[in-house]
């Protein structure tokens, strides 16, 4: 059975702080790592990744993935309070794609 | 217009009630997805539907029940519904054909079983 376990669970910070939130994953044939964010509404997609030590950026936002120690940190610098979210990550596996295994979740608080 | 959406967005019923939650999808995707969001557990699968013919229980099907009555259309059901099946309910959509993993999610159905 597939597992993704993301840590911390919970973290309160101030803005302009940074962050890194964990996610570690045990997914057969695994194929993809992807990372969400969920602000009191649905998820929205933020970045996916395929393949080792290749950085995506988006903004503030980076995330890396190391698929010999099968985990994926995704960064935020200079927090704002517009973080402020549940943080999720996904692992892909098998034969098809777009089925998904959630982690728990990361609830990021960042206060003024 | 919204590309997933989901009716209805909130409902509180009675235990031993049929409740029926409709996702409908303006992408064009083959693929839906029905989670269920409970505090502290992430989204945990309940069904999916890679196309109108092809329905797949996920790790929580117990309880529930679906309809694919269209490319665009994927319906979840809970024919006797129970309390500890409150939850926040989200649709999902993917294109397998792109090859990629990406899921879009509806706005959220917050069902209180009473």
């Known amino acids: 059975e597939d597992k993704v376990v993301q840590s911390p669970l919970s973290l309160v910070v101030h803005e302009g702080d940074t962050v890194t939130l964990n996610c570690s994953y045990e997914?057969?044939?695994?194929?993809?790592l992807l990372w969400y964010k969920q602000e009191k509404k649905a998820p929205t997609f933020l970045f996916m990744l395929?393949?080792?030590?290749i950085e995506k950026k988006s903004g503030r936002l980076s995330s890396i993935l190391d698929k010999k120690e099968l985990f994926s940190i995704l960064n935020i610098t200079a927090t704002q309070t517009g973080d402020s979210a549940v943080y999720l990550c996904?692992?892909?596996?098998?034969?098809?794609?777009?089925?998904?295994?959630f982690g728990q979740g990361t609830i990021l608080t960042v206060h003024p | 217009d919204a590309d997933v959406t989901q009716t209805p967005r909130n409902r509180i019923t009675k235990t031993g009630k049929r409740i029926m939650l409709e996702c409908s999808q303006t992408k064009g995707h083959d693929r839906m997805y029905w989670y269920r969001q409970d505090p502290g557990l992430g989204l945990r699968l309940i069904y999916y539907?890679?196309?109108?013919?092809?329905?797949n229980k996920g790790e929580i099907s117990d309880g529930y029940s679906v309809s694919r009555q269209a490319q665009a259309k994927f319906s979840l059901s809970l024919e006797s519904a129970i309390p500890n099946q409150t939850a926040l309910y989200f649709c999902?959509?993917?294109?397998?054909?792109?090859?990629?993993?990406?899921?879009?999610f509806g706005p959220g159905t917050r069902l209180t079983v009473l």
């Open positions: 395929t393949s080792s030590g």
């Open positions: 539907s890679f196309d109108v013919k092809d329905i």
């Open positions: 996904a692992g892909a596996g098998g034969t098809s794609y777009g089925k998904l295994t």
């Open positions: 997914v057969t044939n695994f194929r993809s």
């Open positions: 999902a959509t993917s294109d397998g054909g792109d090859g990629t993993d990406t899921q879009y």
